[in-house]
């Protein structure tokens, strides 16, 4: 937003503090979300693919299609949140491929190719022109139906014929590389009915721990064949549902009659209910910085989340929704040691807690089988340790097995696997897995949300808890690998940085349960005296070292700064000692486009205060270095950098970690920009202006009714603190308490 009169803004503020829930955000977002669309103008080179795509991506959290093909051969490829094939063993479970949609138009053949994203509305349009022929196809995956919804309209001036074909994953969609890589036994049938609704089915029954199947049908609207002619200016409209067997018993059943019952008024209640979605999630949270390349990032990044993170039992793996080609690279899986986190981080501060949340249930589900390694490797009783892949169900995906012994034998021979499970020598697995549930937890405190994870959060603790070592007035951490395969590592300074957080987090949730009293002490004093962080000379700087003994700096990756990001345990308030050598250690690495680490290393970055302007800027080159769908150029993760720009942006605006709220802190002040609703630390929706290097209002909404300590954004100056439940007062300082409420908001002004 652009603010010509903060002094009328800030009268409108003053008028909807009695509903503190209603602000410009209503129409902001749009305005600010609305100028950006992701730009195609070249068929997809890497769709289908074993990795990450390049094509538009389409989804609802439930059902995607990524697109591909040329004019003439517009393809979707079809997959689901839930369609996996479920069986422990090392690449034999997996997210599976479902088929493909095709849009069959010949005489479009060498047509030029503009496909267009508009995020706000999650609608793609593509135009395909060729001298007097021309069609506009628009789709959209809509956000409360597993329907992908498809208007083709003839644009030209001549009459066009095409046809529509749904089929079961072509020869395309496999890797087969034997014996790593197979294709394992399947069920499948398609058809039609005869009158135009043909349909798909695929599943794996044989062979798996949990049978799945997954079904797609698809008709258009008015017609009784799959065939098409479109007269100039006129347009057709098609409808396919998605189901699974985890939705439906007869899945294909459900699949078929959804589509021979779809008609014009169920797909125009389909557009307002997608429209209304979308408008709700873009307003939960928002910023306008003035930058439109890192902008666009930061929404590309969050439509792509919003897209694919939503079914509360089937989170996204590797490749978010879109997998194209079985069987995907590492399983794509949930992979523990990173980037399994990494694509939700960006989520809690940016208020999208329903794309949040699937994030747990896989860590739940696998805690009988964690518990079970934890006392089988290790003796430790009612702790838990993780392999490296998981998937859903409590699915475990790179469970020893023959092909494992066939094809990767060195991780047994060389200590990479310990019982059946794959750890790669890391024990810090779970503890990783802390991170965004410890995020949620300080950022909500929601009772709900903290039942439901405590079980496993208390697990990690009580497996840390003993498996921590007394060495005289310190405890040590033996054998817990930094990197994977670094055997035998000791005080890993990624681990020695997630124990605190997750004894705290620990400490805190059982004291909002009432439960473990008697632990907490105990928790308290193995974090109090957990060892310090290693340290190391390069280059005549004192920078972290990567371990105590063993490996003392990797050439790639950023695990050398992970206990500041996303462990949390450096930060503004923490000693100029520690800021130093945070910095150095930034520079020293200089990892801000690291295959594995960027979505790490910039919120790091941030949290120690490195330089503002340094960062924007490697945040542009950053930006410039994605394909047009976000997803960062020739990198093969996926969606584990969705969190990039969004959590660096949220965290130089308003940053909320050590308990003191700061806005602006690490934002240069001649740069001109707003939020709105960032989630904070203590359950505090938080919004801000900040204009010719002056912070022009701050405004807090209490959800919770604690205490928010905010460091003064007018460093000498009186606050005028206003309330829509409590009367004016004022407060200064450069700490400033401000005891809330719940359901008060506050704001935050200065005397002249």
Known sequence: MKFTNSGIYIAGICALL???????????????????????????????????????????????????????????????NDFWRLKSGFNESYPAVLGKLEILIPELKGASYRVEQDLFRAVTIADFKKQDTSIRITSMMAAKNDWLVIDITNSGHVLLKGKVSLSLPGADQFHIAHPAVNKFVDTVSSGDNGQGTQWILRGFRQGVDIPSNAAAAVRILGKSSNGFTISPGKTITLVCVFTSNMQANDCLQAARQQAQQAGNAAVAKIRREHAAWWSHFWNESFVDIGDSLIEQQYYKSQYTMASCSRDPKFPPGIFGSWVTR?????????????????????????????????????????????????????????????????????????????????????????????????????????????????????????????RRVYPFVRSVAVFWQHYLKREGARYVIENDAIHEGTIGTRNPILTLGLLPMVLKTAIDMSALLGEDAELRNVWQEKADLLADYPVQQRNGRTVFRYSEQGTAWWGDNTLGIQHIYPAGQI????????????????????????????????????????????????????????????????????????????????????MSNQHVLRVFAVWPREKDCSFTNIRSEG??????????????????????????????????????????????????????????????????????
């Open 18 to 80: 009695s509903s503190p829930f209603k602000t410009r955000a209503q129409t902001g977002a749009g305005q600010v979300v609305g100028k950006y669309k992701n730009v195609f103008t070249a068929p997809p080179a890497r769709t289908p693919a074993s990795v990450a795509v390049d094509g538009p991506l389409l989804g609802n959290g439930f059902a995607a299609a990524a697109m591909a093909g040329r004019p003439e051969q517009q393809t979707y490829y079809l997959s689901r």
């Open 326 to 450: 079985e069987l995907p690279a590492w399983n794509g899986d949930y992979h523990l040691n990173y980037n399994y986190s990494a694509p939700f981080y960006a989520l809690y501060s940016s208020n999208h807690l329903q794309q949040a949340s699937p994030y747990e249930t896989p860590l739940i589900d696998f805690i009988s089988r964690g518990k079970y390694y934890a006392e089988k490797i290790t003796g430790i009783a009612d702790g838990v340790l993780y392999p490296v892949g998981i998937g859903p169900l409590g699915i475990e995906s790179t469970r020893k097995n023959d092909i494992m012994r066939k094809s990767f034998g060195g991780y047994i021979t060389g200590g990479q696997t310990e019982d059946e499970g794959l750890f790669f020598g890391q024990k810090s697995n779970a503890a990783y897995c802390v991170t965004n549930l410890s995020t949620q937890f300080y950022r909500t405190y929601d009772t709900a949300f903290t």
């Open 571 to 654: 930060g503004l308030s923490s000693s100029p000692r520690l800021l130093e050598i945070s910095q150095h250690t930034i520079r020293e690495m200089n990892r801000w486009l690291d295959m594995n680490g960027s979505n790490s290393f910039f919120p790091a970055a941030v949290r120690v205060g490195y330089n503002a302007d340094t960062i924007l800027q490697k945040l542009r080159d950053y930006t410039l270095h994605t394909y047009p769908n976000g997803f960062q150029l020739n990198n093969p993760h996926g969606i584990e950098n969705c969190s990039t720009v969004p959590n660096t942006i949220n965290e130089m605006l308003c």
């Open 683 to 752: 359950a505090f929706l938080v919004s801000a202006a900040l204009k010719n290097g002056v912070v022009q209002y701050v405004k807090v909404v209490s959800e919770k009714g604690r205490d928010c300590i905010l460091q003064n954004p007018w460093p000498g100056k009186t606050l005028i603190v206003k309330s829509n439940k409590k009367a004016t007062v004022k407060s200064s300082g450069a700490m400033v308490t401000l005891p809330t409420i719940t359901g008060e908001a506050l704001l935050i002004t200065h005397l002249q």
